[in-house]
């Protein structure tokens, strides 16, 4: 039985020489919905401010979208393997702290920091994947419970030490410099000056694509999402697969936690709270499902991007920031409601 649910070319060409066309192919994949609503968000601020495509506005909102791209495609990741993480936006400040308390307060050098809060995050991913798959457990209900453990872990282990709910001076740490170039340093191109949190989104975003469109394991992530008991039936080592995908939000956090923590120097307990709802709906505006098996990360960057541009557009145009939860919620609603509609085209054009 096949439980593969994968939408490229190679399984176009399975339904024989009476096949799809290009077309069909190009309008039933996962990110097509959203790139045509960026296309739509990026004419329409263009047209109403100017400083929305100057070099210093396309650099603000590329910006913006970078950690949320960031973090969206690792989410997408694990969405389509049928999971969600609820402990993806405070994983980024935990990161951030452990790297700062052991630089600032520990007196490590900046590079064996950043080493001991990876090896923190992609535990906490291991123990996520591990616990859900152990017991059965939604992860909804699992992550939650990280969530709020790192939460208050956040908070009383910074009281703690630096009696404040902030951690800064991560300047003057050793190595912090040569850190500070591969996490915080900026690129510049004429008048705009590129982050690197936006080269980091660029890279993993293409790396993610890779991994899911062209390797053994994207068969799996789209297998163990869309039809678990099947993919298990048929050899795919679901309890890795998974695991693996915990690590990969847990990673993402990581990469953001430490762009951040390099750049500004300083980092607050409670940062990053709230923002998991932000990579999920990303993530779903980008063509993903809320029941697994269906979903691209190429997708959920430009997810990503159409946050950028739309809240990047919304202060260039001088409107009052809360449009932006508006226009969050109708572009949620009308996001779930394409991509049930492009997953039920994908299904008759495989036929």
């Known amino acids: 039985m096949t439980v593969v649910t994968k939408t490229d070319a190679a399984q176009d060409r399975s339904v024989g020489l009476a096949g799809p066309s290009t077309l069909q192919r190009l309008f039933v994949r996962p990110e097509i919905g959203a790139a045509l609503g960026a296309l739509l968000v ?11 495509l100057s070099p210093l506005g396309v650099a603000t909102w590329l910006d913006d979208a970078s950690t ?6 690792a989410v997408a990741l694990l969405m389509i393997g049928g999971e969600f993480d609820l402990s993806a936006g405070v994983m980024t400040a935990s990161t951030a702290l452990v790297t700062a308390l052991l630089a600032v ?16 995050a992609l535990s906490v991913g291991a123990f996520n994947g591990w616990v859900v798959m152990r017991t059965g457990l939604p992860s909804f209900i699992v992550t939650l419970g990280t969530f709020l453990a790192l939460q208050g872990l956040n908070l009383g282990v910074t009281r703690l030490v630096t009696d404040t709910v902030q951690v800064s001076g991560v300047r003057s740490a050793h190595g912090y410099q040569s850190a500070g170039w591969v996490f915080a340093s900026t690129l510049n191109l004429g008048d705009a000056r590129i982050q690197a949190s936006v080269i980091w ?4 975003t293409a790396l993610a694509a890779i991994v899911l469109m062209r390797t053994r394991f994207g068969n799996w992530i789209f297998a163990v999402g869309g039809a678990l008991p099947s993919a298990r039936a048929v050899g795919v080592p679901a309890d890795r697969t ?9 990673f993402a956090g990581w990469v953001v936690g430490s762009c951040n923590i390099l750049r500004f120097a300083s980092v607050q307990a409670n940062q990053g709270v709230g923002l998991e709802l932000h990579y999920i709906i990303a993530a779903v505006v980008g063509g993903c499902l809320l029941t697994g098996g269906f979903g691209s990360a190429v997708g959920a960057a430009i997810g990503a991007l159409i946050f950028g541009m739309a809240r990047q557009g919304i202060v ?10 508006l226009f969050l919620g109708v572009l949620l609603l009308a996001a779930v409601l394409v991509n049930n509609r492009f997953q039920k085209r994908a299904e008759r054009v495989r036929r």
């Open 201 to 204: 989104w660029i890279v993993l």
């Open 316 to 325: 260039f145009a001088r409107w009052d920031s809360d449009w932006f939860m």
């Open 105 to 120: 307060h520990a007196g490590w050098n900046v590079w064996f920091a950043l080493l001991a809060s990876l090896a923190f």
């Open 68 to 73: 949320l791209g960031i973090m969206a495609v």
């Open 242 to 250: 998974k695991i693996l995908l915990f690590m990969g939000t847990a």
């Open 42 to 52: 990026f004419v329409f601020f263009s047209s109403i401010t100017e400083r929305f």
